[in-house]
């Protein structure tokens, strides 16, 4: 369907697509309604493969979709590639950059996967099953969010590794300078060989900049506490929607009100 699509709605999930407890129901509704129009629904998200198939499941999806913030892009009707696209690094390379990183910084930055479960049911709200799918990682390195103090120092030690650091609400992401969510989408638009594509783009946190500014139609989604000031700090100059309501409810709103003005209004 992506091959034939002129519009595709490409969201992050975590804070966008649902709350953090995880509640999608409010979106389901309009993605049916996507669904009943051939317009494609894809994931784009730090989540790993293994989890979002979970969610596709429960969405009834089945368009491509992005996941490790970018790093790979996933799919059955990516046929051409084996149902896969590596934009990424190895997660033992990523591992030893962070730590080499560490070592140069004198500051210990924790891997997603290093810490409890406990801690990481403290910090992600995920259980059991779902913690061992949050951890069946392989092209992207989450770790602990570090002071904002030793961000300066951490992006001129990624300058030499070649990798990037995006920070999200509740946990960074260490990424090859190959990949990230806009290159992704970029690279899914070359697959399908549609140059005629406008994009939504839905996110939350800064992670999603490159998402959002590779796309035509851009919405902020807020938490419920209100947006991420600094995701709005760097869309200064753009122009961009922001949610009047938070999580699903936003993005619910938002792309219905959309889909009425680009499509539903003019059949």
């Not at 994931?43 to 491509?64: F, G, H, M």
Request: hydrophobic letters at 35%; glycine letters at 6%.
């Amino acid at each position: 369907m992506i091959e034939n699509s002129s519009l595709w709605v490409v969201s992050d999930v975590d804070g966008t697509l649902m709350d953090h407890s995880y509640d999608l129901t409010p979106a389901k509704e309009t993605i049916k309604l996507l669904q009943e129009l051939s317009i494609p629904v894809i994931l784009c998200t730090s989540k790993t493969a293994a989890e979002v198939k979970v969610i596709r499941k429960q969405l009834n999806l089945t368009d491509p979709f992005i996941v490790e913030n970018g790093a790979a892009i996933h799919g059955e009707s990516l046929k051409n590639v084996n149902g896969e696209i590596i934009l990424g690094e190895k997660y033992v390379k990523l591992e030893k950059i962070l730590s080499s990183i560490s070592n140069e910084i004198n500051y210990d930055l924790v891997p997603l996967n290093n810490i409890s479960d406990k801690e990481a049911t403290d910090l992600t709200g995920l259980k059991g099953n779902s913690l061992k799918l949050m951890r069946d990682r392989h092209w992207s390195m989450p770790f602990l969010n570090p002071p904002e103090g030793k961000e300066e120092e951490i992006n001129i030690c990624c300058k030499r590794f070649n990798v990037e650091i995006f920070r999200g609400n509740r946990m960074s992401h260490m990424l090859s300078i190959n990949s990230n969510k806009g290159k992704a989408i970029n690279a899914l638009k070359k697959y399908s060989n549609n140059s005629n594509i406008k994009i939504i783009g839905l996110g939350d946190s800064p992670n999603d900049l490159p998402l959002l500014l590779n796309s035509d139609y851009k919405i902020v989604i807020p938490s419920p506490g209100g947006p991420n000031l600094k995701l709005l700090e760097k869309l200064n100059g753009y122009r961009f929607t922001l949610a009047s309501e938070p999580n699903g409810y936003g993005w619910k709103s938002e792309i219905n009100k959309l889909i009425n003005k680009l499509i539903l209004s003019k059949q």
